[in-house]
T-cell receptor, first 118, second 112 residues
């Protein structure tokens, strides 16, 4: 149980285009999902917290208009990188909290999406 | 930055040896968690230790927590080549917020 999927697993796009990444909780409901960014050989940095049915909460320094987050259902959150530039190239990872599980403090992570912007 | 720090940054050992990784953090926490990440993959939750606990075991993993020093350690005993990965500590602050703050990570290489 507690599986989180991401799609696509990798994407290459041209500079200036927009890319949408999906994060799904497959066997549980997640009222809260998190989006992280990880540069090579570095740690995960939280970008935003996504709450179902409400606006996302962005971390300081993360551009809301560039990284659009939608959490329309209890099993799906999407991150759209708008007008992507080469510096947006990174590994994007989502996670979800299963509030019904005993370990409610545990976040389950997706496999990540590698974005390369040419 | 509130990000925690881990040391060593990289650790190379032989199979069968023990591996110890340390994590320091900056704020008052509710719990501390350790995660494992294989290269280019997502994170796998290993163990969670709450702020009122001092030590926890799970299989070959042993985690300690010293809240007075704001530090934790992860010990992997009898390491295997399959343990090769990056290991991250993550803290949940003692506030109403649910976010995790990750440490800088330790890259572990276990040679056969």
């Amino acid at each position: 149980g507690a599986v989180v999927s991401q799609h696509p697993s990798w994407v290459i796009c041209k500079s200036g285009t927009s890319v949408k990444i999906e994060c799904r909780s497959l066997d549980f409901q997640a009222t809260t999902m998190f989006w992280y960014r990880q540069f090579p050989k570095q740690s995960l940095m939280l970008m935003a917290t996504s709450n179902e049915g409400s606006k996302a909460t962005y971390e300081q320094g993360v551009e809301k208009d560039k990284f659009l987050i939608n959490h329309a259902s209890l099993t799906l959150s999407t991150l759209t990188v708008t007008s992507a530039h080469p510096e947006d190239s990174s590994f994007y990872i989502c996670s979800a909290r299963d509030l019904t599980s005993f370990g409610a403090d545990t976040q389950y992570f997706g496999p990540g999406t590698r974005l390369t912007v040419l | 930055s509130q990000q925690g720090e881990e040391d060593p940054q990289a650790l190379s050992i032989q199979e069968g040896e023990n591996a110890t990784m340390n994590c320091s953090y900056k704020t008052s926490i509710n719990n501390l968690q350790w995660y494992r990440q294989n290269s280019g993959r997502g994170l796998v939750h290993l163990i969670l230790i709450r702020s009122n606990e001092r030590e926890k075991h799970s299989g070959r993993l042993r985690v300690t927590l010293d809240t007075s020093k704001k530090s934790s350690s992860l010990l992997i005993t009898a390491s295997r080549a399959a343990d090769t990965a990056s290991y991250f500590c993550a803290t949940k602050e003692n506030t109403g917020f649910q976010k995790l703050v990750f440490g800088t990570g330790t890259r572990l290489l276990v040679s056969p």
